[in-house]
Structure formats: structure tokens, C-alpha cells
């Protein structure tokens, strides 16, 4: 829910389903109104009514006139929306159990289809599609540890791709009876896919790279150069009396960097000059 409430791409995202006009909405993002977060405290309070009357003023001191009757109902309906997210998220954190915290939650589907979009323009010389899609799994793990602030290794075989999610496709909740109580639990397993031999994980790191650049947690370009700087240790000679590198080895090697990682990193968020800490660090 944390995720939704600091996406950028979901609050256009939704925006748009609620057919406010893009004039309108330009209007709140030019006054810094990007997110749900943002939204849910420049108006009223979370868990108030929200005044008509109030509401008409505030945003025709925002738009610089009043808001036609179609952008009036749209942005009001999206501030109620953002008022209880807010009061949810709350709620949830302190009624939450630990094992369920650290359960990746399911990304919404407008805003994953806003971030892709927005990741394949960017990334335009990328064919991310087949076996080159990261699953929904992978992208929702990376989000996790954008929301937790905990960073985790991701090895090749938890870097699935949706062709692979797909056909192994398990229901999100699960039905359990303890003694006489039924209860319904997220059911957030997904069966690794092993990689064979040095294209697999290849791939399946380059998945991991395109997840991280979605996350907004490491740009691709850092992520493939440091991935190339550990492939191309593959084909260089050794000295005199030693063996040539291993594919074991680079991943033993891609393993520790992200173990110094952990202990480097202690901010996802990027700099004030638009820089990310992990961009700097795998540098």
C-alpha cells in the first residue's frame, strides 16, 4: 500500500481512469502534487469529511479558477481515496504481523502497467519481452525492499521471467484449517527457475537489472556494465599456472558485492542531485 501512495505513475495512473482533464492535472503537478502522499495532506485530514465548500476553494486557488464539474468530482474522489489509503496504511503497519510484513505485496496493476510503459521508453534499445520480462514476482520483490529499506541478493534462479510465472502460476491466497478456525493467508512462494549453463544467468541477471531499473532502486546502465565487468573476467586469460575463471566463481563474486552493498548502502532514496546511492556503490 506504501507503494501505491509514493508512485508517481499510480496517482497519474488513476488520474486518468477518473477522467480528470490533462490541463487540470497538470495544474496540481505544477504546484508539487505528484503522489497520493503529497495528496492526502495538502487538503483536509485523513479520516475527515471532506467540505464541499472547502474542497471547491482550495483547488480553485490551486487551478486558478474553478474546476469544471467532471475535474471537481475526479480530484475530489481521488483526495477521499488518498485520505483512506493513508488511514490504511497506518493501521495496517501497527496491526501487521511480522511474517506478514515481509511478505511482498501484489503490485497494482495500473501502476505496474504506468512503470513498464515508462521503462521501455526509457529504455528503448531493450527488447524487454519473452524471456527478457522480469515476473510479476520479481518486480514486486524489488518494490518490497524499496518500502521495507532492506536490500536483499537476488540470485539467477529467484530472477524469474513472467514466460516462467505464467506456466507456474499458484493462487495468491491459500485456505488453511487450524483446529477449528479457517483462515485465508498469502500464499507467496514461486518455484525458483534454475538456470543452465552461462546464457541462463546471463539472462536472468540481466532480468534482475531491468527489475532494479523498475524499482527505481539501480539504473539498468549500472546494472549491465557491472554485470558485463563480472562476465568478461569469463573470457580473460589467467596468469601462468592458474585456471581460467568460473561461472561459480562470479556469482560467489556478484553475491559479495551485494553483501558489501548491505553494509554500504543505507539510503535507496535518490540524492538532491537526482543520483541513486546503489548507481554510486556498484560504480
Known sequence: MALVLESEAFFKARGKELEVSND???KFLDHGIKKLQTYAFSHGQPGQPISDEAF?????????SELSVPDFAGMKQLLFEAHTLVVMNLKSRIEEPTSEASVPKQLPAAEKVARMTRLKAQLSGVVIENALEPSNTLLELMCHMVSTKVLKYISPEKCTSR????????PRKTIELDGKTLSVK????????????LYDNLTALRRRGIAFHFADLMSWEIHE???????NKLSS????GYNKTSLAQILRADRQCFMLAMKDVVSFARTPEGHLPLDAFFK
Open 24 to 26: 487540470c492535472f497538470q
Open 56 to 64: 471547491k476553494k482550495w483547488s480553485a486557488d490551486v487551478q486558478g
Open 163 to 170: 514466460e516462467f510465472e505464467i506456466a507456474n502460476l499458484k
Open 186 to 197: 498469502d500464499n507467496a512462494s514461486m518455484q525458483d527457475q534454475e538456470p543452465q549453463g
Open 225 to 231: 556494465r557491472y554485470l558485463n565487468s563480472l562476465m
Open 237 to 240: 586469460l589467467p596468469p601462468p
